[in-house]
C-alpha cells in the first residue's frame, strides 16, 4: 500500500508535511511531491495547487512516477446544507463536476462526454476509515457522508449555490475533488474525498473563508493523520 495525499493549498498539505519522515523530495510539472512515511505507512504528499487541471495532472503524476496505490483528497469546502456548518466534516460518497455542461448534445448535466459517467464512486474502505478518523480524532465536530461537487469556480452566491445543490443533490462543494475522483477513476485506483467546512458557500463566504481557512484545513489534515496512522495492509 503506498497512499498518495493530495492537497490544492500549503495550509492544506503544512499538517501533514510537519508529522511525516520524508525521505525525499521531487518536483514535476511544478508540483513538489514529498515521499516518505506517516506511522509506519508509505505516502506521497502534493500540493496540487487550486483547480482542476492540475488536481487531475497530480493523481497521474502519483501513480505513473510514485506508484500509490490509494488516493485522498484533504482541504476546505463551502457548505451547502444548512444542517452542516463551518468545522464540521464531508466524507465522500461520490462526487460531480458542477461545471461540466454538454446537455446542447444530450448528454445528462455534469456528465464527462464519452466518459459515460456523472458521478464518479468513492472507495468504500476509504469513506469507512475517514467517517471513523472523524468520530475518533475530532469527536466535536459532526460528519456526513455525501456527495462532493466540484468546479473551477469559488462559490459565494445563494443562487449559484442553491442551483449546485438542487441539481446535483451534493453536501459541499470545492475545486479539486472531482478531478482527482476522475483520473483516479481512469487509475482504477481507489479514492476518497475528506473536506472540513470553511464557509456557507453564500454572500458571508469571503469573510468566513478567510477567517476558517486556516484552522478548517489543519483540522482535516490532522483526520488524515490520524487515518493514515490507523491503515493497516
Ligand atoms: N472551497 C472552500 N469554500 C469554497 C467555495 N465556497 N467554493 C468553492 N471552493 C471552496
Same mark, same amino acid.
Not at 487541471?53 to 469546502?77: E, I, K, P
Not at 467517517?131 to 460528519?143: D, M, R
Not at 472531482?178 to 483516479?184: F, G, L, N, R, V
Given at each position: 500500500m503506498?497512499? +498518495?495525499?493530495? +492537497?490544492?493549498?500549503?495550509? =492544506?498539505?503544512?499538517?501533514?508535511?510537519?508529522?511525516?519522515?520524508?525521505?525525499?523530495?521531487?518536483?514535476?510539472?511544478k508540483q513538489e511531491y514529498c515521499e516518505g512515511k506517516i506511522g509506519e505507512m508509505d505516502v506521497v504528499v502534493v500540493k &496540487?495547487?487550486?483547480?482542476?487541471?492540475?488536481?487531475?495532472?497530480?493523481?497521474?503524476?502519483? &501513480?505513473?512516477?510514485?506508484?500509490?496505490?490509494?488516493?485522498?483528497?484533504?482541504?476546505?469546502? +463551502?457548505s451547502l446544507n444548512n444542517d452542516i456548518n463551518v468545522g464540521d466534516v464531508v466524507v465522500s460518497t461520490d462526487a460531480v463536476f458542477h461545471d461540466v455542461?454538454?446537455?446542447?448534445?444530450?448528454?445528462?448535466?455534469?456528465?464527462?462526454?464519452?466518459?459515460g459517467k456523472v458521478f464518479f =464512486?468513492?472507495?468504500?474502505?476509504?469513506?469507512?476509515?475517514?467517517?471513523?478518523?472523524?468520530?475518533?480524532?475530532?469527536?466535536?465536530?459532526?460528519?456526513? =457522508?455525501?456527495r462532493v461537487t466540484?468546479?473551477?469556480?469559488?462559490?459565494?452566491?445563494?443562487?449559484?449555490k442553491n442551483w449546485i445543490k438542487d441539481t446535483f443533490n451534493a453536501e459541499c462543494v470545492e475545486m479539486e475533488g472531482?478531478?482527482?475522483? =476522475?483520473?483516479?477513476y481512469l487509475n482504477d485506483i481507489p479514492f476518497v474525498i475528506i473536506r472540513a467546512i470553511s464557509d456557507k458557500?453564500?454572500?458571508e463566504t469571503v469573510v468566513s473563508y478567510?477567517?476558517?481557512?486556516?484552522?478548517?484545513?489543519?483540522? &482535516?489534515?490532522?483526520?488524515?493523520e490520524y487515518m493514515i496512522s490507523n491503515m493497516h495492509e
Open positions: 503506498k497512499i +498518495g495525499i493530495i +492537497g490544492a493549498m500549503d495550509v =492544506e498539505v503544512a499538517h501533514l508535511k510537519e508529522v511525516m519522515q520524508i525521505t525525499n523530495t521531487t518536483t514535476v510539472a &496540487c495547487g487550486v483547480g482542476k487541471v492540475r488536481a487531475g495532472m497530480s493523481v497521474q503524476v502519483l &501513480c505513473d512516477v510514485f506508484h500509490v496505490t490509494h488516493v485522498l483528497n484533504t482541504g476546505v469546502a +463551502g455542461n454538454a446537455t446542447n448534445f444530450g448528454y445528462a448535466i455534469g456528465e464527462v462526454p464519452s466518459l =464512486e468513492s472507495d468504500t474502505y476509504l469513506r469507512k476509515l475517514a467517517k471513523e478518523a472523524v468520530e475518533k480524532a475530532a469527536p466535536e465536530v459532526s460528519v456526513y =457522508e455525501g466540484t468546479g473551477d469556480q469559488f462559490i459565494c452566491e445563494k443562487d449559484k472531482c478531478a482527482i475522483a =476522475e483520473a483516479a458557500a453564500d454572500e478567510e477567517e476558517f481557512e486556516g484552522k478548517a484545513a489543519v483540522h &482535516c489534515a490532522k483526520i488524515v
